[in-house]
């Protein structure tokens, strides 16, 4: 038994004499692509089962729908005409019963935001009569910077000595 505590430098030179060999690194990497190439296939295999099954359960859109496509998600090609590809409007006329409440809610959401930065941002009247009008929050903003905010009228002997005279009476 050496009793050297570098039993490198006795003749091995620090470095493994064994080689991994070339034939079971390409045996692993070739088992691993097929291994990959197999579960590929398996879960395309289980989740076309599971949308087979899912349209099988769907229940209709709606009871007095007519003519129910396979798939609700996607319009029929005979829809598909308009620069975007889907007619949705002529489809809801044909296929789903009236009253429509909501089209195409993000147009009827555009809609209702354009009113509203209308009524914010021009002059018009709130009451003709009485000659109330409604204003850009812009202006009013401009005019609130220029004139100040409106001060309450004070009475007549508060407005005499004035808030910093009351002060001064208060310290003595």
Same mark, same amino acid.
């Given at each position: @038994?050496?009793? %050297?505590?570098?039993?490198?430098?006795?003749?091995?030179?620090? #470095?493994?004499?064994?080689? !991994?060999?070339? $034939?079971?690194?390409?045996? #692993? !990497?070739?088992?691993?692509?097929? $291994?990959?190439?197999?579960?590929?296939?398996?879960?395309?295999?289980?989740?076309? /089962?599971?949308?087979?099954? #899912? *349209?099988?359960?769907?229940?209709?859109?709606?009871?007095?729908?007519?003519?129910?496509?396979? %798939?609700?998600?996607?319009?029929? &090609?005979?829809?598909?005409? &308009?620069?975007?590809? +889907? *007619?949705?409007?002529?489809?809801?006329?044909?296929?789903?019963?009236?009253?429509?409440?909501?089209?195409?809610?993000?147009?009827?959401? %555009? %809609?209702?935001?354009?009113?509203?930065?209308?009524?914010?941002?021009?002059? *018009? /009247?709130?009451?003709?009569?009485?000659?109330?009008?409604?204003?850009?929050? &812009?202006?009013? @903003?401009?005019?609130?910077?220029?004139?100040?905010?409106?001060?309450?009228?004070? +009475? +007549? &002997?508060?407005?005499?000595?004035?808030?910093?005279?009351?002060?001064?009476?208060?310290?003595?």
């Amino acid at each position: @038994m050496s009793h %050297d505590p570098h039993p490198a430098t006795q003749g091995n030179r620090g #470095f493994e004499h064994r080689d !991994i060999s070339v $034939a079971a690194v390409m045996y #692993f !990497i070739l088992g691993l692509a097929v $291994a990959l190439f197999v579960s590929y296939f398996v879960v395309r295999g289980v989740y076309s /089962y599971l949308t087979h099954r #899912f *349209d099988a359960q769907q229940p209709a859109v709606s009871p007095l729908v007519t003519n129910v496509p396979s %798939d609700t998600r996607k319009l029929p &090609d005979e829809y598909k005409t &308009d620069s975007k590809s +889907a *007619d949705y409007e002529k489809y809801l006329e044909k296929n789903f019963p009236q009253p429509q409440l909501e089209t195409n809610e993000r147009s009827e959401l %555009d %809609d209702v935001r354009l009113r509203e930065e209308d009524v914010l941002s021009t002059y *018009d /009247y709130v009451d003709k009569n009485a000659g109330t009008v409604r204003i850009p929050i &812009d202006r009013a @903003m401009d005019l609130l910077v220029q004139r100040g905010l409106p001060v309450r009228a004070q +009475a +007549a &002997d508060e407005s005499k000595s004035g808030p910093q005279q009351q002060n001064k009476e208060k310290k003595k």
